[in-house]
Structures are given as C-alpha cells and as structure tokens.
C-alpha cells in the first residue's frame, strides 16, 4: 500500500478541482492510471441479470478501446464493471468506501486482488481502520466522478447512490451516460429519469467512445 498525499507530484490532478479532495489516498496498485483517460460504471447493488451483462459488456468493449474502468466495487453493477474491465485484458480502479482493513463486500477481497494484479488499482481516502459506514459511500462518489472523464448509470432506483454520482459528474462538466431499461422495473426508474433530463442513451459502447474523438477514432472492431 502506498500513501499519496495532496502536495505529492503523483496525486491524481483531476482531484486537485474538487472543493473538498482528500488530503491523501491510500493506494494498492498502479497509481500511475489514476491520471489516465477513464469512464466511471455506476449503478445498482441490487441489479437484474440484464444490468449485470451490460455492465461487464460495456466495459469490456471499453478496455479494448484502451478505456479505463472506474466504480466502486460494491455488489451488483459495480462488481460487474471491474469484472468485465479484467476480461477484456484492461485497468479499472476501484474506489473504497473504507479502509483496507475492512474490505466491503467481503467476498470482493479476490476481485480487489484481481484488480491490482490486472495492472489497476483500488484506492481509498480512509484510513485502514475506516468500517464501511453508510456516510462513506456518497462522499467517495465525489472520487468516482472526479476521477472519470464521464459517467454511466447502468441501473439505478429513483433514489440511489449512482445518481449522486451522475449530478456531481454534471456539476464538474462531466458526461453522464444512463442505459435504458424496462419501464416497470424499479432498477431502470433512475436511468430513464436521467435519459429524460438529458443523459445520452447507451446502447452499446460506441454510443460512449464516439463523443471522444481521439478515443473513437481507432477504428476497435468489436
């Protein structure tokens, strides 16, 4: 583990915008991603089996474009965004709600393993003791989101975390994505409400890499 604090050359710069960055952060693995192009995945810890595959496709197809992969390695959509970045041979960064002594899920702790040994990384701005209290987790969205050069909801509820995340991603100018889903479902509620707010729908994963150029332009086969 190693410590990178605010006035270290090597603390991610795009944190240095936030009004409130974190003084320092722990890291496990390649600190060096955490200044390089990223799309947070976001969404639901309670996902459908439907929010769950298009998790791991979209970021997939997002390694193969040499995207890196950002969320919070929470159950459901989060675990699914890591898992799909490992497969498709890319980096994804996890970013904890606690301290490493408490790794949240605990089953996780092999995909936090994963992670680091795929070349990512998993940070925290919690000391090692932190518990993974409930108050922890919107105010490491503010990571999520600063970090990511733009974000999508996969599946969310009319009121979740995710959504949190969306508007701060809004708030610094960031992209929000949302991928539709079933009208009846309470997972697709908060997707649908950003879809009509003015979110950019997701089909597939060239609907996120064609609004950056210099990423789109590679011509990936997928």
Same mark, same amino acid.
């Given at each position: 583990?190693?410590?990178?604090?605010?006035?270290?050359?090597?603390? =991610?710069?795009?944190?240095?915008?936030?009004?409130?960055? =974190?003084?320092?952060?722990?890291?496990?693995?390649?600190?060096? /991603?955490?200044?390089?192009?990223?799309?947070?995945?976001?969404?639901?810890?309670?996902?459908?089996? &439907?929010?769950?595959?298009?998790?791991?496709?979209?970021?997939?197809?997002?390694?193969?474009?040499?995207?890196?992969?950002?969320?919070?390695?929470?159950?459901?959509?989060?675990?699914?965004?890591? /898992?799909?970045?490992?497969?498709?041979?890319?980096?994804?960064?996890?970013?904890?709600?606690?301290?490493?002594?408490?790794?949240?899920?605990?089953?996780?702790?092999?995909?936090?393993?994963?992670?680091?040994?795929?070349?990512?990384?998993?940070?925290?701005?919690?000391?090692?003791?932190?518990?993974? #209290?409930?108050?922890?987790?919107?105010?490491?969205?503010?990571?999520?989101?600063? #970090?990511?050069?733009?974000?999508?909801?996969?599946?969310?509820?009319?009121?979740?975390?995710?959504?949190?995340?969306?508007?701060?991603?809004?708030?610094?100018?960031?992209?929000?994505?949302?991928?539709?889903?079933?009208?009846?479902?309470?997972?697709?509620?908060?997707?649908?409400?950003?879809?009509?707010?003015?979110?950019? #729908?997701?089909?597939?994963?060239?609907?996120?890499?064609?609004? &950056?150029?210099?990423?789109?332009?590679?011509?990936?086969?997928?």
């Amino acid at each position: 583990m190693k410590i990178i604090k605010k006035e270290d050359k090597d603390y =991610p710069k795009l944190l240095l915008g936030l009004f409130n960055p =974190p003084e320092k952060l722990y890291v496990m693995g390649d600190e060096k /991603i955490l200044n390089e192009f990223s799309i947070g995945i976001v969404g639901a810890r309670k996902c459908t089996k &439907y929010g769950e595959n298009i998790a791991k496709s979209l970021a997939y197809n997002l390694s193969k474009y040499g995207v890196n992969v950002i969320s919070g390695m929470a159950r459901g959509i989060d675990t699914a965004a890591h /898992i799909g970045a490992i497969m498709g041979k890319g980096k994804t960064v996890a970013v904890l709600g606690s301290g490493f002594k408490h790794i949240y899920p605990e089953e996780n702790k092999q995909l936090l393993e994963e992670i680091v040994k795929n070349g990512g990384a998993v940070i925290t701005e919690y000391e090692e003791d932190m518990l993974p #209290l409930a108050e922890n987790f919107p105010k490491r969205n503010r990571i999520i989101s600063s #970090l990511s050069q733009g974000i999508v909801v996969v599946e969310a509820e009319s009121r979740s975390g995710s959504l949190i995340t969306a508007e701060l991603a809004l708030e610094e100018g960031k992209d929000v994505f949302a991928v539709p889903g079933n009208v009846n479902s309470q997972t697709s509620k908060g997707t649908n409400n950003l879809i009509k707010e003015g979110a950019k #729908l997701v089909n597939n994963v060239k609907d996120i890499v064609e609004e &950056y150029p210099y990423i789109y332009n590679q011509n990936i086969k997928i």
